[in-house]
Structures are given as C-alpha cells and as structure tokens.
Nanobody, 118 residues
Framework: QVQLVESGGGLVQPGGSLRLSCAAS????????MGWYRQAPGKQRELVAA???????GYGGSVKGRFTISRDNTKNTVYVQMNSLEPEDTAVYYC????????????WGQGTQVTVSS
C-alpha cells in the first residue's frame, strides 16, 4: 500500500519560512519523480516544485528563488523549504509521487495546510 504523509504545514507570518516534509512508503522511492503541488480555494491545483529520481529539479513560476525542493533517498522523504512566504502562498500543499514506465503510477498525499497571514 502506497502512503505519502505530509507534515510541516501551519500558520506563518508574511516573510517567514516553513519546511514541508513528505515521507513515502510502499514505493521504490529513488526512481519516482517527487513533487509538491498546491491548491488555493477556488483555484486549480498547481505545481510548486518537482525533483526526478536523477535529481533534475523544476519549479513553478511563482515560487522560483523562494522555494527549494530536495530529496533524501535514504529516508524516502522529499522536502520543500519555503522562504519569503507571501499571503498568496496560502494553500493546501500536496505531495505527489509519479513514475512512467509503460504505465503511469501516480500517488497523492492527503495534503497539509499552509496559511500565510499576519
């Protein structure tokens, strides 16, 4: 059974920082592309950042230069360090694991709330 368990969300003031973690189980973690997505009320889910099994990284346009994604294959965990947070970053953040080898295997965590407010 595949599980992606996010942690680290919460309330933070504008300009503050948070680090989200996603611990994965039930998959061969090192070969999956791991990503973070977010969804704000009334908006579509959007890519925050993703890192492939080989370490290639991509970011959504609105977070470049402020967020940093990383992975630790020894702990089956992916992180996103979020700095200079803005109220517009308020959303539910979801962890994603994706692998395409013929078929596509795509898994989601339950989400963690991030609220940026003074």
């Amino acid at each position: 059974q595949v599980q992606l368990v996010e942690s680290g969300g919460g309330l933070v003031q504008p300009g503050g920082s948070l680090r989200l973690s996603c611990a994965a189980s039930g998959i061969v973690f090192s070969i999956y592309t791991m990503g973070w997505y977010r969804q704000a009320p009334g908006k579509q889910r959007e890519l925050v950042a993703a890192v492939t099994g080989s370490g290639n990284i991509g970011y959504g346009g609105s977070v470049k230069g402020r967020f940093t994604i990383s992975r630790d294959n020894t702990k089956n965990t992916v992180y996103v360090q979020m700095n200079s947070l803005e109220p517009e970053d308020t959303a539910v953040y979801y962890c994603n694991a994706r692998l395409t080898i013929g078929n596509t295997y795509n898994y989601w965590g339950q989400g963690t709330q991030v609220t940026v407010s003074s």
